[in-house]
């Protein structure tokens, strides 16, 4: 499927946000994610689970069921699993088979986020998550927050795009984050297995209007834009903007913050985006919470839009690329070729 080939719809063994650690309390939190049902919730001691969310007797929603100690008891004929997936009682007969069971997923809580592995369980290596640190999420002096969950109607490759391909600020954000710099600096690009990074360092670029939104009185500025992906559903992105080189403070960094985007495919035509992000400036995240609410609708808008777009024409639309899409087209050929590892092996 569209940009992909014919049949591929998403990497399979890879760790996906399935939930902000925040949204995982005692209650059942069903999800959609590759195309499976999921329940999350925790354990009475606290550990967060995910488990396959279809009742297998007569596929009723597990997330629309009950708690009963550490497990969940299906809402239409009282089944109980356990947090292993497995089946603890069947009410109308007093035996229950082994092979009565859900599925069970690894899970775990890294960071903000809840990281699931909806593909082969033993490949499910903690090391390939996303380094804490590389990320600036625990940098000193950072303050960091979960403060979107959206539910995409597009598939997720589209905000993928969006996320690899930052010349968009300058037009669906103009009014907010991005200036036309943002669209003609190059950028400089950084690939290694499972990672693809890009910045761009702009001189003497005007301001976009969020500086003078956070009280800075600077018509121009340096400034770091970039974005890292970590394949195959986080985008870790850097701003930092410093005084321009006239400045008597020329070279300090006056604003730095990390954006934090996770994409999780639900279905082939949606996805759940999973928005983030820390700010060496505490007080600044309440204001940029506000002020980013726009800009992620705006990505939210322009991704649903291109969706409709392809239910009208087709999956295969012939598309001109330019320049500026090396990155986004360098990202989709690394999950095609994860894609395609998988449905070799
Ligand atoms: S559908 Fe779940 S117990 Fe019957
Ligand atoms: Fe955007």
Same mark, same amino acid.
């Given at each position: 499927?569209?940009?992909?080939?014919?049949?591929? =719809?998403?990497?399979?063994?890879?760790?996906?946000?399935?939930? =902000?650690?925040?949204?995982?309390?005692?209650? /059942?939190?069903?999800? #959609? $994610?590759?195309?499976?049902?999921?329940?999350?919730?925790?354990?009475?001691?606290?550990?967060?689970?995910?488990?396959?969310?279809?009742?297998?007797?007569?596929?009723?929603? /597990?997330?629309?069921?009950?708690?009963?100690?550490?497990?969940?008891?299906?809402?239409?004929?009282?089944?109980?699993?356990?947090?292993?997936?497995?089946?603890?009682?069947?009410?109308?007969?007093?035996?229950?088979? @082994?092979?009565?069971?859900?599925?069970?997923?690894?899970?775990?809580?890294?960071?903000?986020?809840?990281?699931?592995?909806?593909?082969?369980?033993?490949?499910?290596?903690?090391?390939?998550?996303?380094?804490?640190?590389? $990320?600036?999420?625990?940098?000193?002096?950072?303050?960091? @927050?979960?403060?979107?969950?959206?539910?995409?109607?597009?598939? +997720?490759?589209?905000?993928?795009?969006? /996320?690899?391909?930052?010349?968009?600020?300058?037009?669906?954000?103009?009014?907010? $984050?991005?200036?036309?710099?943002?669209?003609?600096?190059?950028?400089?690009?950084?690939?290694?297995?499972?990672?693809?990074?890009?910045?761009?360092? %702009? @001189?003497?670029?005007?301001?976009?209007?969020?500086? +003078?939104? %956070?009280?800075?009185?600077? +018509?121009?500025?340096?400034?770091?834009?970039?974005?890292?992906?970590?394949?195959?559903? =986080?985008?870790?992105?850097?701003? &930092?903007?410093?005084?321009?080189?006239?400045?008597?403070?020329?070279?300090?960094? =006056?604003?730095?913050?990390?954006?934090?985007?996770?994409?999780?495919?639900?279905?082939?035509?949606?996805?759940?985006?999973?928005?983030?992000?820390?700010?060496?400036?505490?007080?600044?995240?309440?204001?940029? &919470?506000?002020?980013?609410?726009?800009?992620?609708? &705006?990505?939210?808008?322009? #991704?649903?839009?291109?969706?409709?777009?392809?239910?009208?024409?087709? &999956?295969?639309?012939?598309?001109?690329?330019?320049?500026?899409?090396?990155?986004?087209?360098?990202?989709?050929? %690394? /999950?095609?070729?994860?894609?395609?590892?998988?449905?070799?092996?």
């Amino acid at each position: 499927m569209y940009p992909f080939t014919t049949g591929s =719809f998403a990497v399979r063994n890879g760790w996906y946000v399935a939930a =902000f650690t925040h949204e995982i309390g005692e209650a /059942l939190l069903a999800r #959609t $994610i590759l195309n499976q049902p999921v329940v999350l919730y925790r354990k009475q001691d606290g550990q967060a689970v995910a488990v396959g969310g279809r009742c297998p007797h007569r596929h009723f929603p /597990l997330g629309k069921s009950c708690r009963k100690g550490d497990g969940i008891v299906c809402g239409y004929h009282g089944i109980a699993f356990g947090p292993d997936g497995q089946c603890t009682d069947i009410p109308s007969q007093s035996v229950t088979p @082994r092979s009565y069971h859900i599925p069970s997923y690894p899970l775990v809580e890294h960071g903000l986020w809840a990281w699931i592995w909806m593909g082969d369980a033993h490949k499910a290596d903690p090391a390939l998550l996303p380094d804490l640190k590389a $990320i600036g999420l625990t940098a000193p002096g950072m303050a960091a @927050r979960a403060l979107f969950v959206e539910h995409v109607k597009g598939r +997720a490759q589209l905000l993928n795009d969006n /996320l690899l391909d930052l010349t968009h600020l300058a037009f669906l954000h103009g009014s907010s $984050i991005g200036t036309l710099d943002n669209a003609a600096t190059p950028e400089d690009v950084v690939k290694r297995p499972g990672f693809l990074g890009s910045r761009r360092h %702009m @001189r003497d670029a005007e301001a976009p209007p969020v500086v +003078a939104h %956070m009280g800075h009185d600077l +018509a121009r500025i340096d400034r770091v834009s970039g974005m890292d992906f970590h394949l195959p559903g =986080f985008h870790a992105g850097i701003d &930092e903007s410093r005084f321009p080189q006239n400045h008597e403070r020329a070279g300090e960094a =006056f604003a730095s913050s990390r954006v934090y985007h996770a994409v999780t495919p639900e279905t082939p035509h949606s996805c759940t985006y999973f928005f983030a992000m820390a700010t060496t400036d505490a007080s600044a995240i309440d204001i940029m &919470e506000e002020y980013l609410r726009p800009v992620i609708a &705006e990505d939210k808008f322009a #991704t649903e839009e291109i969706e409709a777009m392809l239910a009208v024409v087709g &999956e295969n639309p012939a598309e001109l690329l330019l320049k500026s899409d090396r990155n986004a087209v360098e990202g989709r050929r %690394m /999950l095609q070729a994860m894609m395609d590892a998988e449905q070799v092996g």
